[in-house]
């Protein structure tokens, strides 16, 4: 298949090795027989979801995140469009509170997001920096990565994340964490997150078959990053357990 993945302000929001998950998800597919085209969206350019595979948005500072709300807000109706139609997306980062209602800064000035969901986003001036080991609906592995964040998210219904052993979540410490609905799917965890976590790598690359409406072949298995993903999901289990 020919495959197109949206890459939006991959110079701004760019913190934490976001581009990566990028980066592996094109391999991963290329090694399945694809072609893949990366289009990078920047400020104020356009964007045409309908013929998007994959939407992808990493995470900023603070400051950025705002700049990029600007102009992706714009896309809204867009975004909410291809959503319903089923194309899969991912925001990583301090990216995911985009999607909510509305954020509210640590100065007390609130934005509007997308509304692409109902939950709201409060940031603070403290900091969350964190290791991360929790647990998701969608299979067994556990899912590992580290967050960095300043933010209290309320509201959020469908979690990535159903329950935490190590890290702060949403609303606090041990809780859900990121956002899943039908395609979209949003998280605070960086690593970055696809590199971290093979079998959620491997269920961006189910979701983009399925929305093609494409049987899945096999999915090339990265060793390293099995092994990788292995070791850390035992040392951080261990620290749990103590």
């Keep these: 298949m020919e495959l197109k993945i949206l890459h939006f302000y ?9 581009y990566a998950n990028v980066s592996i998800l094109k391999r991963t597919l290329e090694e399945m027989g694809n072609t893949v085209t990366v289009e990078r969206v920047e400020l104020g350019g356009d964007a045409d979801l309908t013929h998007a595979d994959f939407v992808y948005m990493g995470a900023g500072t603070e400051r950025a995140q705002k700049a990029a709300l600007l102009y992706f807000s714009k896309l809204g109706d867009a975004v909410k469009a291809a959503a319903d139609a089923g194309v899969t997306m991912l925001f990583a980062g301090n990216s995911m509170e985009l999607l909510g209602k509305t954020i509210t800064d640590d100065a007390g000035k609130v934005y509007e997001g997308l509304g692409l969901a109902d939950f709201t986003a409060v940031q603070n001036k403290k900091r969350f ?21 300043c933010s ?12 935490m052993d190590m890290g702060h979540g949403n609303e606090g410490p041990c809780g859900p964490e990121g956002y899943h609905k039908g395609s979209v799917f949003a998280s605070q965890l960086t690593g970055p997150i696809l590199v971290k976590n093979p079998a959620l790598l491997k269920v961006m690359v189910q979701a983009i078959y399925r929305h093609r409406g494409e049987t899945c072949p096999e999915i090339p298995v990265d060793q390293y990053m099995a092994e990788g993903w292995a070791i850390t999901a035992e040392q951080l289990k261990a620290r749990c357990t103590k």
């Design 10 to 18: 991959p110079d701004l929001m760019s913190l934490y090795g976001s």
């Design 129 to 149: 920096v964190e290791d991360v080991y929790g647990h998701t609906d969608l299979y067994e592995d556990a899912v590992v990565g580290f967050v960095n964040r």
């Design 152 to 163: 209290v998210i309320t509201g959020v219904e469908t979690p990535l994340l159903a329950s």
